[in-house]
């Protein structure tokens, strides 16, 4: 049985309370603080909120997260507690309001135990641009997490706690959870409300579940997603993901054999063609597709993501919250608070979005990205006429070394080749953790499936899970 | 050389919804500072933006009140730049495609500006400057706008002036702007530029901004044009420009910092998707379309018998215009109802600063007020004299004659006996009008007036001493 369900099990049983479980999961959280998954760490907040919950399920209140406590990436409001975005320029910041799906996580009976380490504005994809330091990969940990979302990713991966919340713009989820070993899901855009969540690129951001397992993922996600009138990007779409083995006889299965081609670990090609021989096995029908412009998915990102972050950022300007440095005229103050404030990844993105947009560029670059943007959606709108799921592998290779990338930000870039598509199309994805390298470095895979369709890549991620039980090679839920 | 200048205005209108453009907060600016403001509005990391849809409604009844197309489907936009009263660095606005386009602004019957365009946006907050700080009141944050852009069509500041006026009017009757320059809820900036008679291309232009009335507006535009013409004969050039109007030395000049090039980066704004009107919205919106100003005194003119002047005038706020029309229905006598609104109420109205709907005298006291001159009870003379008095009080005029003593005389042995006294005190003057000097007779009736403290009727007055006068 998959972790998160014992877990449900033990505690509907009486056999673990959810105060033992929350002191448990914070006392992991201090024992492991060398990892550097957490900005902020709840301790006091998170037991008193652990007594309460586990008074509501007496009182026979039924949640869908039962108490479990959930680790939340920086960049996500949690009242009362402080919004760093893993940048100095917020340092100090308490937020005075809620994210939605914070809302919701208290609602649905999850203990927020902390606020997760990232990239500084969920800007990398090695967690080693965050203000707070680097976080480490709990495999290896001269290895990086991955990023942005790493300190989400590792908080679940150490198994500090089953649950955690990190958003993905172009593979901020999927990537860390393959190089970390968990299941990351990025929802369908619109799936998950954005309010409370400080925007990179608004087009592009979702915010999306950790978990040991699918089952763990798929009822975070449930327990999150729904539409917000707070955010008029989310829409209304009735879920249930909860996951159900399913006969892979007759799924068909598309590959991008452009994608199998830019593996760049033997051992990551090993895991994907072993995947794939295991769903022909199973009776799954393997199709090859064509996405003639998938080829331009980084440029395409790049331009769309810097150029909605260079606004998005404006608003860290010192005049209202967040660190000032002052100054006797207030161009000077937004120079120096700026070029204070920020990282240097944070103003070379701020950089290049302020230069894709400005007049006399505009034409040819955002305007330019938006169009093979659509052209990327309209490969897949064409492929899933055909397939009902699409396979590839998450990452091009396992978790490289700390500092290996981070002179070099083109090659980092490079690391979401493959998530980066889905989010130029809005669509889901999720990132199966299936096997250990010989250097005990997990290695993932990622399911894509049609808008609004979770269910199928939930159903057939779950299937595969069962065969591969990567949860139980890495030993999660030890509470 | 002959010169012809080149105006078109920009108005932003603050529109009258209860909440703020893209939250919940109450539109209230006045309140005290900061109080209206929330995540949103404030600009706080990760708040997002949603539509209000009661803006749209305003924006779409100014483009139908205008004639404009209104747009299906138009697109908001992020105008970035920095200042302190911006929270989020970005304005948001629309762009490449606004609510509204083309339009015009029908000034009378025979005289419109066109529209380029009208779009919804969000007001930035408000800077106060206490010494050396800053201060800065986020309650304005937000409010939702509708930017109305002309064509350069206008030629003078007396175009502009009548445009303000009739633009202001219209948003008015649609009860979606106060229209109040002074507050900033209708503030107005100018594009002037000059060329040579029947030149086609356009000189370069300047901004005025800091206009904040509308005969400021046209006096500014005019000082402008004056001087950009006078620039252009003594040899120099235009440069491009934003300048300050100075209503106390009545002047433009430059604005102190010159400002830089701005690159607004303009891009859609990804928190908002394209926003869909339907036609049936549309139609809703139509159905619910007031009696606009032109219509009514179009009407008023018609109906009324009154003058188009006079009709013009008492349609620019609605409030007076449908106070007029009660109490020319009550009174049965628009004329009279038009001449005493014009002159004596609304001389009493604005001493006091007062609104029509303020205005304490009701519209029943006033029809019968003019009943009674009709009815020859009193004379518009001692009609005017009560006016003040029943503007104040709103006691019924006939008792308020009564108590005076102020019924008119139509007696017609009285009058005589009065006027016979009056020309047996001045025979002098008689003989003297009877030499031919017929313009004394004003003098006669005068004395016969004075002798009846205004009481007599003057048809009768007149009649009497003319016989008197040929005996
Ligand atoms: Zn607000």
Known sequence: ?479 | MEFEAVIGLEVHAQLKTKTKMFCSCKTDFKDEPNTNTCPVCYGLPGALPVINKRAVEFAIKAGLAFNCKINLTSVFSRKNYFYPDLPKGYQITQYEIPICEGGEVKVDENRAFRLERIHLEEDAAKSMHKGNKTLIDFNRSGIPLIEIVSKPDMRSGKDAYDYLVQLRAILRYLDICDGNMEEGSLRCDANISVRPKGQKELGTKTELKNLNSFRFVQKAIDYEIKRQIEVIKSGGRIVQETRLYDDRKNETRPMRSKEEAHDYRYFPEPDLKPLVITEKEIEEIRKKMPELPLEKATRFVKEFGIKREDAHLLTLEKELADYFEEVAKLSGNPKTASALIQTELLRELNAEKKSVNECSLKTETLAKLIKLIDNKTISMKIAKDIFPEIYKTNKDPETLVKEKGLLQITDETAIEEVCKKVLEANPKQVETYKNGKEGLFGFFVGQVMRETRGKANPQIVNKILKKLLEE
């Open chain 1, 1 to 479: 049985m998959s972790v998160v369900r014992q877990l449900k099990y033990r505690i509907q049983n009486g056999e673990l309370s959810i105060v033992d479980l929350v002191k448990s999961s914070l006392k992991k959280a201090k024992e492991k603080s060398n990892l550097n998954c957490f900005i902020s760490l709840f301790e006091d907040k998170a037991l008193e909120h652990a007594y309460n919950i586990q008074e509501r399920v007496k009182k026979g209140e039924e949640l869908k997260l039962f108490g479990l406590p959930v680790a939340v990436k920086d960049n996500i409001n949690v009242k009362g507690s402080e919004t760093t975005c893993g940048s100095n320029i917020l340092k100090g910041y308490v937020s005075p309001y809620n994210a939605t799906v914070v809302e919701k996580l208290i609602e649905n009976g999850a203990v927020i135990a902390g606020k997760a380490n990232m990239d500084e504005f969920a800007f990398g994809s090695t967690n080693e641009t965050s203000a707070f330091g680097p976080v480490k990969n709990p495999y290896d940990e001269t290895r990086v997490s991955g990023g942005s979302s790493g300190g989400s990713a590792v908080s679940v991966a150490a198994d500090i706690v089953p649950f955690a919340l990190g958003s993905d713009t172009g593979g901020s989820i999927r990537q860390p959870a393959a190089f970390c070993g968990v299941v990351g899901v990025k929802p369908t855009y619109g799936r998950v409300s954005r309010y409370g969540l400080v925007a990179f690129g608004s087009s592009l951001d979702q915010i999306g579940p950790f978990s040991y397992d699918v089952y763990g993922a798929s009822i975070l996600l449930d327990a999150i997603s729904g539409f917000d009138e707070k955010d008029s990007t989310s829409i209304n779409k009735p879920s249930n993901f909860e996951p159900e083995l399913r006969d892979l006889k007759g799924i068909k299965v598309g590959v991008i054999n452009e994608f199998a081609d830019q593996i760049q670990s033997d051992e990551v090609k090993g895991v994907y063609y072993k995947v794939l021989d295991f769903l022909k096995a199973s009776g799954a029908e393997i199709v090859e597709l064509e996405l003639p412009h998938i080829k331009y998915s980084i440029a395409s990102y790049y331009i769309v993501a810097t150029s909605e972050a260079s606004s998005n950022l404006a608003r860290f300007d010192g005049v209202r919250y967040g660190n000032r440095v002052n100054s006797d005229n207030v161009k000077d103050m937004y120079f120096k608070t700026r070029s204070e404030g920020f990282g240097e990844e944070v103003k070379r993105r701020i950089l290049l979005g302020t230069f894709a947009l400005s007049s006399g560029y505009y034409d040819a670059y955002y305007l330019k990205a938006l169009g093979v943007r659509k052209l990327i959606a309209k490969d897949f709108e064409k492929a899933f006429s055909g397939v009902d799921i699409i396979f590839t592998p998450a990452t091009p290779t396992t978790a490289f070394k700390l500092g290996e990338k981070l002179d070099n930000p083109l090659e980092m870039y490079l690391s979401d080749i493959f998530t980066v598509p889905v989010n130029l199309a809005g669509l889901p994805a999720l990132t199966l953790p299936i096997e250990f390298s010989k250097e005990k470095l997990p290695i993932g895979m990622q399911f894509i499936s049609k808008w609004f369709d979770e269910k199928t890549m939930f159903d057939i991620a779950y299937t595969v899970e069962d065969y591969y039980k990567f949860y139980e090679k890495a030993g999660y839920g030890r509470f």
